[in-house]
């Protein structure tokens, strides 16, 4: 049974370019979660979903980000025109219930913004 | 809200050292307990968990208790190895959504 993937692993992108960021979850697993580390720090949840749904995106800045997961393919986090604030490495977990379940979690993807 | 704090680090220990990594949160009710380890460059992998007050989780030689009392959570390991060097986060599973401490950089010298 394949883990969680996640690519790319590794994304550049200038200031003002958009990035997206892609998450298959586990087989059989219909919960999605993104998390952010900034460099030295520990993961702040951004938000959670299932299919076609947003569960709860309390940890999402306001501007520029967004995120869905459709019902064919993967999870997709969206950042428009990024900048240098926007480096860091994003994790995608997901759970085959609901959140009350342990999360398992991708390589992540590390984001990189000149 | 939810939140977790870990001891500070970094942390250096020799090979074969008694290992204590503190751990405490804050939350309503009683949530469930985790501890993740980062190896460079790599995602999160669970190493234990506990899911009610007086439970044990141990992995690897790993172990951390949930202390209902004191809302502690604290990893031990009786004798690292090399091979343990990593970031440690405990973390605790709230409102469907999991809150991690700041990390503990752990480095076992041989």
């Known amino acids: 049974n394949a883990g969680v993937m996640q690519n790319p692993r590794h994304l550049v992108r200038r200031r003002g370019q958009e990035a997206r960021l892609r998450c298959s979850p586990m087989k059989g697993h219909s919960h999605v979660y993104w998390y952010r580390q900034l460099p030295e720090e520990g993961l702040k949840f951004m938000v959670y979903l299932q299919k076609e749904n947003i569960i709860d995106e309390s940890g999402m800045p306001k501007e520029r980000f967004s995120a869905e997961f459709p019902k064919e393919g993967p999870s997709i986090l969206r950042i428009q025109q990024v900048v240098r604030g926007d480096s860091a490495a994003y994790f995608c977990?997901?759970?085959?219930?609901?959140?009350?379940?342990?999360?398992?979690f991708g390589p992540g993807t590390r984001l990189t913004v000149t | 809200g939810d939140s977790v704090t870990q001891m500070e680090g970094p942390v250096t220990l020799s090979e074969e050292a008694f290992l204590t990594i503190n751990c405490t949160y804050t939350?309503?009710?009683?949530?469930?307990l985790f501890w993740y380890v980062q190896y460079p460059g790599e995602g999160l992998q669970l190493l234990l968990k506990a899911t009610k007050a007086d439970d044990k989780g141990s992995n690897k030689g790993f172990e951390a208790t949930y202390r209902k009392e004191t809302t502690s959570f604290h990893l031990e390991k009786g004798s690292v190895q090399v091979s343990d060097s990593a970031v440690y986060f405990c973390?605790?599973?709230?409102?469907?959504?999991?809150?991690f401490g700041q990390g503990t950089r752990l480095t076992i010298n041989p």
């Open positions: 939350a309503t009710g009683y949530p469930s």
């Open positions: 977990a997901s759970s085959p219930i609901d959140g009350s379940y342990e999360q398992y």
């Open positions: 973390a605790l599973l709230g409102a469907q959504k999991l809150v």
